[in-house]
T-cell receptor, first 115, second 118 residues
Framework: GDSVTQMEGPVTLSEEAFLTINCTYT??????LFWYVQYPGEGLQLLLK?????DKGSNKGFEATYRKETTSFHLEKGSVQVSDSAVYFC??????????????FGKGTLLTVNP | GAVVSQHPSRVICKSGTSVKIECRSL??????MFWYRQFPKQSLMLMAT?????????EQGVEKDKFLINHASLTLSTLTVTSAHPEDSSFYIC??????????????FGPGTRLTVL
């Protein structure tokens, strides 16, 4: 079945440091890929997504590129801020939907950014 | 992006009582909604898929008689935790599927409901 593996946390960085959170996947077919962010005490927010190979999703300075050859969707940000402290989830979903549509999530990576 | 609301955001109840949580898609119609339970150390567990006008599909190990799901309209799904016990205390999150046309099939999440059973 489908699965998502993302790097174990927690990750602790200083403000303005470079961030990479690795995410790899296994899937049948041709999935869509997502990064969600969860701030303390809140639900998940869609951060970015990509629906086909070589697509780059970007939002709020975060980027991730859909790499089919390496089955990866690593999240990056050039300069993190304290406000980026949150849990980040990588997820995949069937691209074309259908009645059995559901997301497969990684276990989440806790990021803490210190001033 | 699309907005999904949940109500209440926090509830405390006595053991043996039932609690209803509402999930609404505010600016789109959702034929499919999902209910998750989040455990400590952030792990998300899909409990069930809620389909408008039909019975929910429960994941293996989730008691359908304990976690009642109703999806009565294209913008509302409810989760009722019946005869709640302390072990049901958790953070419950719903999401709604926005088909949006074409390849933009995306799930949007509510803010979550913190349930504490005394």
């Amino acid at each position: 079945g489908d699965s998502v593996t993302q790097m174990e946390g927690p990750v602790t960085l200083s403000e303005e440091a470079f961030l990479t959170i690795n995410c790899t996947y296994t899937a049948t077919g041709y999935p869509s890929l997502f990064w969600y962010v969860q701030y303390p005490g809140e639900g998940l927010q869609l951060l970015l997504k990509a629906t086909k190979a070589d697509d780059k999703g970007s939002n709020k300075g975060f980027e991730a590129t859909y790499r089919k050859e390496t089955t990866s969707f690593h999240l990056e940000k050039g300069s993190v801020q304290v406000s980026d402290s949150a849990v980040y989830f990588c997820a995949l979903g069937p691209r074309s939907g259908g009645s059995n549509y559901k997301l497969t999530f990684g276990k989440g990576t806790l990021l803490t950014v210190n001033p | 992006g699309a907005v999904v609301s949940q109500h209440p955001s926090r509830v405390i109840c006595k053991s043996g009582t039932s609690v209803k949580i509402e999930c609404r898609s505010l600016d789109f119609q959702a034929t499919t909604m999902f209910w998750y339970r989040q455990f400590p150390k952030q792990s998300l567990m899909l409990m069930a898929t809620s389909n408008e006008g039909s019975k929910a599909t429960y994941e293996q190990g989730v008691e359908k008689d304990k976690f009642l799901i109703n999806h009565a309209s294209l913008t509302l799904s409810t989760l009722t935790v019946t005869s709640a016990h302390p072990e049901d205390s958790s953070f419950y999150i719903c999401s709604a599927r926005d088909l949006g046309g074409g390849s933009t099939d995306t799930q949007y999440f509510g803010p979550g409901t913190r349930l504490t059973v005394l």
